[in-house]
């Protein structure tokens, strides 16, 4: 069974830049959520999504958007890319997001420059 | 106070150790528990989930989770080299969707 899968692994943009980032769960997972994780930070929750709804969202600008196709696979935008956007973004995947087992990708790193 | 807390180390212990890694948590409406292990540049990956107070055993680990004092634990037996990586408590409660991490722990493993 194929796990989390995430496109690009590396991408490197410039300040003021948009950036989408994708994601593709395992199979049968219906639940997909974003995290960021920088050194100072840990990770941190950006939102989740069930079913193409966004049922919770983190603590961030609103730069920071995804969506959820009805396949499962989800996507992430963030717009006016800031020197401070600069991390591993990991995509997480789970049957319903209700607390059980949850599996992460490889994740993508972006650098700001 | 923090929801999740854990002591970032870093630890480093010979081949062979036993290893203790720890969290401890605010919010009693936690109900699911999960460790995972973090190599550098790769994604968190799942060692141990448990939704109930008391111990669980996979090989050389054990989560064990104390509801009552909050303190959840991640032992590691018979230490390897490959176990170096961050180790990272994570924590699912209430109807918010999310899990909420702790720092996470670096631990060196030295042969």
């Known amino acids: 069974k194929a796990g989390v899968t995430q496109t690009p692994r590396y991408l490197i943009k410039t300040r003021g830049q948009q950036v989408t980032l994708s994601c593709s769960p395992i199979?049968?997972?219906?639940?997909v959520s974003w995290y960021q994780q920088t050194p100072g930070q840990g990770l941190q929750f950006l939102f989740e999504?069930?079913?193409?709804?966004?049922?919770n969202k983190g603590n961030f600008p609103g730069r920071f958007s995804g969506r959820q196709f009805s396949n499962s696979r989800s996507e992430m935008n963030v717009s006016t890319l800031e020197l401070g956007d600069s991390a591993l973004y990991l995509c997480?995947?789970?049957?319903?997001?209700?607390?059980?087992?949850?599996?992460f990708g490889q994740g993508t790193r972006l650098t700001v420059v | 106070q923090k929801e999740v807390e854990q002591d970032p180390g870093p630890l480093s212990v010979p081949e062979g150790a036993i290893v203790s890694l720890n969290c401890t948590y605010s919010?009693?409406?936690?109900?699911?528990f999960m460790w995972y292990r973090q190599y550098s540049r790769k994604g968190p990956e799942l060692l141990m989930y448990?939704?109930?107070?008391g111990n669980k055993e996979d090989g050389r680990f054990t989560a064990q989770v104390d509801k009552s004092s909050k303190y959840i634990s991640l032992f590691i037996r018979d230490s390897q080299p490959s176990d170096s990586a961050t180790y990272l408590c994570?924590?699912?409660?209430?109807?918010?969707?999310?899990?909420?991490f702790g720092k996470g722990t670096l631990l060196t493993v030295n042969p």
């Open positions: 997480a995947s789970s049957s319903s997001g209700t607390g059980e087992l949850t599996f």
């Open positions: 199979s049968g997972h219906r639940s």
């Open positions: 999504y069930f079913s193409e709804t966004q049922r």
């Open positions: 919010n009693s409406a936690f109900q699911y």
């Open positions: 448990t939704y109930s107070s």
């Open positions: 994570a924590i699912f409660g209430g109807s918010n969707y999310k899990l909420t």
